[in-house]
């Protein structure tokens, strides 16, 4: 369940990372970008919740992206993202709404206060990545786009990464 940018605002991304390294990390690709609403893992009925979120409230909403950072923390990293400039509140009430309507199939909301990303890289082992962080612009990127559906998607894990294949989008209202 995610919100996935417009391609613009992905190019933008891959820019904005340039020729960034980052030993003993494996890079998220283009394809497996989106911002996260709730994770239902590969067990899910994707047709049960497409039904569950049919008609969400949501309102649509204007996000960009921007301000880069680390899962638990930049100097012990598993995880490298970026988050969003602009519409961390919309994408809040979403994915709240999206919470509560996936609970009565099982699905709990995370316990953890919800924090919109587009995770960019993932460490085998933590460490620092405070550098690397350093190194890229803390602006905007990419320009604004309005937030006017999600994506359920379906998760095939391989070798090299997760797959993820869209199997149904949602429109807000």
Known sequence: MA????????DAVADALGEVELE????TT????????????????IDAV???????????????????????????????????????EGCSALASEVGERLTPLGFEPEARPFHAHLTIARLKSPRSVEAMLAALDTGPVGEPWTVDD????????????????????????
């Open 24 to 27: 003993g990390a494996r890079f």
């Open 50 to 88: 497409a039904g569950a979120l049919h008609g969400l409230s949501a309102a649509r909403f204007d996000a960009r992206l921007g301000g880069w950072g680390a899962f638990p923390k930049p100097r012990r990293a598993g995880v490298v993202w970026i988050g969003l400039h602009h519409g961390d």
């Open 150 to 173: 999600v994506v359920v998607y379906e998760s095939r894990l391989r070798r090299e990464g997760a797959a993820y294949v869209p199997r149904a989008t949602i429109t807000l209202a």
């Open 3 to 10: 919100v996935r940018p417009p391609e613009a605002v992905l």
């Open 30 to 45: 283009r394809d497996q970008w989106h911002l996260t609403l709730q994770f239902l893992g590969n067990r899910a009925d």
